[in-house]
């Protein structure tokens, strides 16, 4: 269980950190203004293709691709990504997307790389690399508990060389941006198949006839417009052609869990940076503001939040490193317990962080001076996003209740033979 | 120690849920297109009038102003106004401002009421008791701690018949809103005066040359359009007459503590009844959702929400009651104590039930299509708002460990002798 | 929801607090010293009998029992009767049995009170009374979950005029004792019959044939040897004659049900009082230990501890004060989601305090030094015992699930419509 | 950041784990047969010269000494030692003494290791490493804040060749087992030195005239009086020869620092394994016990506490690997950030744990038939002992405030640079 990163990774998130504290951070400013004077837009601001730019000269872009550097990915495994991803959490709404690492493209990009035709790829792949184009994925519905994919209700029959999708998605983030011209659609393309063989994928071109964007959700007030925000999105009958399936019929359930993985450990790893970005706002506050004579640093209160949020991340950290290696060593698959662990603890803990760096800031914390409310709301979100806490809960304390078996470093005894 | 309320209160109470009931709850989808209709406006929309209208013709209105009936107000002691508050606070967008209960013209009123000049109650007092116009209370300041109120930096210097204001504020809730014409504004008249004899209050009116009104701050995401906001207010050397001093020279600090009690109760009040939604809303999705073939009603932990949801509340509404109950027997400043103790509970007691009710309520539960996560920011809020938990917490603290005195019911040896 | 005490019941707390105060605190180093001395006894030690002399001369006997004062009882209501109890909580291991007051005796003498037959009160309420003999209540059983009641698998079967009794149970408190010459024990007599119709309770002599004293059992290490212990006790074919049935055939669910409502009450009491004496050490450690070159009450964090402990503290006692006015005033079935209320709150909430109390002991905080410990564990068995916290809160939930109703003060809409 | 074992490491934690599951576990119930055989006495029971006799054999005897194998000790690195430690603490009152691995006589083995002379090597510490003796460490004090070790109050005098050694000391643990023959008594040589400098330790044999064992303590109540119990000792002006000086004069304060890091580890190692046997033990009981007709195994609480349980434990164990790791890489005193963050969050950690696997057991959960009780009065304790939580937690604040520097794996920006 080496959690050691690769010189080159080390490389990478040195230049990474650099990248943040020389161009992101003051950035932020710069977003907010751009974002004030154009309410009305669903899109990237101009300071987000400067940050793009910069990234790509920097060698800091699509970083999120495993896999070998010859075919073009960055080479990095998902040990190697952690501080990369944990960096970049820092700065949540610019890092990520400057460096072509937000969800939801990056899921999108790895469906289309590891299930998607040549053409298809060519097609659609190739623009999101390049961030020439966005995408969404649709898949959670609002008439269904969406966290057992098999509810699904969305239908997409075949209708010839056609096939014809009608039902209802929200939560489709970044579908409110105009440059999101791919949808990836989930819905059930057999109901009479096995439960989980029943749904399957389609790329849906955002003008084709029937697709209705309804209306844009809001996340505790916030509408994250500057990201595309998050729509609820309607398809009457729309018609596309067979080769438009994304892998195979009767796959989706299966790629939607392959997904799931990565999406999850990235969205922990993010989280821990915006934890780190909490302790580094409560050492400022902490240094700066006096309150009945004495400095916040001084007063015991103050110092144990700081102690305990230090310990808490770091416990954090330590259990998303291990499911990154994990997932480098034996397979997403072989990982699931812990990816579940990392998702049930992980955004519970980083809010409980924020909660105290808000609280230590006074009004200004819950305001938008300060990144840390919209952070709150994105932890908050993450609980019950991609499934709530309460099904990982369920589902990790059955697998328990059936098997004990946990890696142990240092005994042969785990089933996980190779851990050690 | 007798919870019970009148008969007149009773009858109060049971109009106010019949007018929540009917009118109120049924208005919240139309505040919602309103809003969406307006979208650049910061005032009462026009289901505001509507509702108002209707609250007064129940009578329903200014029920908030504690006195004998004789002179216009309600009559309501503190324990009579618990249950109507706790009502309006199902509703907390609509329900306060339609039976003119809502913060802050509550306390500005209260101010006026109490230490108003004649003239200043017929040119202030009554068209806020008329609804005719709002107010806001500029007392909070971005660069000094102000839960210690002597730390306010606003200088209000005289100059021959006039004082002239200068300084800086924010959180003044409500004064983004063009119809709020009176701006209660608190400086230092005396900064070599006793610490607590140092501030003063005076009366602005919002256009008084040199008051700027310089932006709106967010709450998590909300701006609370239809309320006014919350602005930061700049006053470059604002002058008004020397009979805009509300109160006395050097009593600022007093009438700002004086304030604050009926504030922190009402608050309390009706966040109870936020609890109490939050409560009635997860009944609701649990009884009619379905999740892993089996309707979230029958699942334990959803059972477990509820209950210790109910518990904590029917806790936090008794400990409000008895706050209130010692209001009315031994006076505010006797029951410093208990507002202090419900100021430190109650908030973070009802943002943990509506955090279980969000979770309940899965993607739905953090946007606007339920009340939940507008009033989970409203409980954090207010964990901050009016002096953080911890300086309550402290000052409890300390004066527990001075005098263990606290009112023990049953026995004739507390120093509170009155209470049984 | 009047909590003010009668006048008679303000004096009886008054002279309960003036007897801990010049009485049994001061006994507790004695009781130490003798059980140094006797460390094989399972009895009463002499301090007991000599604290039980100066209750009765000060008219502090016997005060649980509900009734009017011509029958003997002490003529308290369940609301007069809580300062008392919890008075007595302070100091658990004496002041309960002092005034004849302790579990499980107090449930068994209202068992025969209620049920018994005018033989039955004879022979075994009268000694018990006068505190001449001491009881036990047979009910738990090791092998099934005897939070369901109708688990109970011990048989009392009917043969010609004997009951035949064979089973094993467990936790029977007091059995130890050797005074404790009446069991009364709980089994099934007809397992045919309706669900909560197959239950009986039949009186016990200790002495007779098939009666075994199994062993005694710990809590926390704590074998309550001064109390009667808490015994594993198995009955081989015991024979009573039919007439030491108590109650009728097939009630004996319905009439622990009416045991369990009182007892648990009681026991939150006492508990509260645990709380106030947590406080009290709190206050006085805190006030006399320095560290760190500071008193302990000039910390922030001890003064937190102290703040949070009073109103949390306060908030159990109000809940339990409303719960034993609903018992006065709608009767104890009515008041079951109180009572259930009560049993989930306190015992955790209490548990919570002493935690606090011991921490700031430091070591001593955990010996038996202090009696922080020891009341430790009996909070937290409190929240197993009688039904563990999950039987409760399922329970509770589910009722909640079906109805909404809850005593709302100041309205008519509720179900308990003599509530305000 | 490598955690994985060396390949003899692992082979040594698999012969522990046999070690545990075949004589270990399966002697608990002999032990406790023993211990009610003999109830007076303070040693060690017959069964521990069984195990530890095995134990020998298997190769499993002072694991716990860290150095080369060439000296005698075990070669095994403080990430080596984890596995074992942690597996021994699935039955902490049998696997540590078997192994001769337990505390307090390790860090007193390691403190004669590290500083004793050849011949205070020859007479105490062979004797200790082969088993035939016991020490006790005596340092904290009932009168001070011994948390901080500079307020030790007790005085070591030289007169002539000779220490006076007067003074009070409790928690001194082992300390009632007449075979405890060495205390090791931390004191004040030189009261006038700096404040770390004031402090020395000295060899003190049980039997000096002047060396009184007042009294046991204990914890909940627990006497463990199998381990030798917790001493309250007074020392009466006892005499040593100057040669009983361990270390220098004035190297007492270092030295315990010293002592405290790998004892501290060990505790929480130990913890870890407390964890896991509360997780076999609800396993156990979720599978086998039916409430309100169904297992446990399938209430979706229980699985939750399962789940939570196996989440929380698995991040404490990364922290304790880490921090074990840190030891063996840049030292002990490096390593203190995250010696000090195990401290805090092991303990309160596994009592959580602890505290559902209770709950899960009912009445058996805090009795004597489970070890469930015992451990969580230990785990309890370890908030407090070596120092309390809020000790470390101001201390490992104050350091984050000054210095935000924490081991950042993949960059080099650490302080730490050895890190990756």
Redesign the interface.
Known sequence: ?????SAR??AV??ET?RFLDEEVLPAEPVLAEQLAATPDEWGFRPVVDDLRRAARERGLWNLFLPGTRDDGSAGLSNL?Y???AELSGRSPKLAPVAMNCAAPDTGNMELLNDFGTASQRDEWLAPLLDARIRSAFCM?E?EV????ATNIATRIRRDGDEFVISGRK??STGAMNPDATLFIVMGKTDPDAPRHRQQSMVLVPRDAPGVEVVRP???????DRDHGGHAEVAFHDVRVPVSNLLGGEGEGFAMAQARLGPGRIHHCMRLIGMGERA??LM?ER??S????GRPL?E??????????S???L??????V??TAWLMDTVGNRQAMTEIQ?IK??VPGTVQGIL?RA??LH????????HPL??M??AA??L???DG???????S???A??RD?A?P??????TTKGTL?
Chains 1, 2, 3, 4 share one sequence.
Do not use: C
């Not at 269980?1 to 990163?5: E, K, L, S, V």
């Not at 503001?289 to 009945?292: G, Q, Y």
């Open positions: 269980m080496d959690f050691a990163p990774a080390a998130a040195d950190r190697d952690a501080p990369v959670t609002p508990a969406s966290s057992d929200w939560w959700l809001t996340v505790f007030g916030y509408d302790i580094e050492r902490a240094g503001r006096v309150a009945f640093a007063q015991g209160v103050v110092r144990e939040w700081i102690a305990r230090r310990v808490e770091e416990a954090m950290r330590l259990l490193l291990k662990s049930i603890a909660d808000m609280q006074g009004g200004g914390g819950v305001s938008s001076d409310a919209e709150y709301a908050r979100t609980r019950l996003a709530p806490d309460e099904v990982h809960l369920n990790l304390g059955r328990q209740l004990p946990w142990f470093p240092g005994t042969s005894t050690t």
